[in-house]
């Protein structure tokens, strides 16, 4: 089981409001992303991290921004939600010959 | 860009038998990993198998193996005596070998798995 942690599992909040999404893992991996994943199930990278202070946007664009200032954390925020944020976030770690996922934060915004 | 594409959003299969999941991706490297993604209702993304592109021998992994075409650029994924658990949606990716070690996914395959 990989020791990646995705807190909360299950947010519904109201349009308007801040929130963080938390992410960290345990391995000592340089290497964190952030998935969005749609209702059809297709996943989006939409940020990714290479180390400590490194980040960079991924292929969708995405209003969330990240930050990394410690190699085990890597949370996503959203500075006022919106209902075409809610979605599945997927947070992942790994080197080259694999990546561990979290079991995922559903976010609802009503 | 890389892209990944699986054409067939969902397949079924009887307890027991054998199905194979398709996926074909498109890319100018030469060097590049393969992978099945394996995503059940909890969730949580699992591997299933992994390809290196410079091995010519198919993967396995138990019930789990491959059929890795380089020149067609296919990457199917065939799993042997299903079981219920089996059931999941399936997640065909690439990873380049250098540049960041991005994952690239499929669209995803729902497998159902029939008594």
């Known amino acids: 089981e990989a020791d990646i942690y995705q807190t909360p599992r299950y947010l519904v909040i109201g349009t308007g409001k801040k929130i963080t999404l938390e992410c960290s893992q345990t391995m000592g991996h340089d290497k964190m992303y952030w998935y969005q994943q749609d209702p059809g199930m297709e996943l989006h990278l939409i940020h990714y991290s290479y180390g400590v202070n490194s980040t960079e946007k991924g292929d969708l664009s995405s209003e969330s921004t990240v930050s990394r200032i410690r190699t085990e954390h890597f949370p996503l925020t959203l500075e006022s939600a919106r209902p075409s944020h809610t979605s599945q976030y997927l947070c992942?770690?790994?080197?080259?010959?694999?990546?561990?996922f979290g079991q995922g934060t559903r976010l609802t915004v009503v | 860009a890389q892209t990944v594409t699986q054409s067939q959003p969902e397949m079924s299969v009887q307890e027991a038998e054998t199905v194979t999941l398709s996926c074909t991706y498109d890319t100018s490297e030469s060097d590049y990993y393969l992978f099945w993604y394996k995503q059940p209702p909890s969730r949580q993304m699992i591997l299933v198998i992994r390809?290196?592109?410079?091995?010519?021998q198919n993967a396995t992994e138990n019930r789990f193996s491959v059929n890795f075409q380089k020149a067609a650029k296919s990457f199917s994924l065939k799993i042997s005596d299903s079981q219920l658990g089996d059931a999941a949606m399936y997640f065909c990716?690439?990873?380049?070998?250098?540049?960041?070690?991005?994952?690239?996914f499929g669209e995803g395959t729902q497998l159902t798995v029939n008594p």
């Open positions: 990716a690439y990873r380049m070998l250098q540049g960041g070690s991005r994952l690239t």
């Open positions: 992942a770690s790994g080197r080259l010959t694999e990546a561990f």
């Open positions: 390809q290196e592109a410079y091995k010519q």
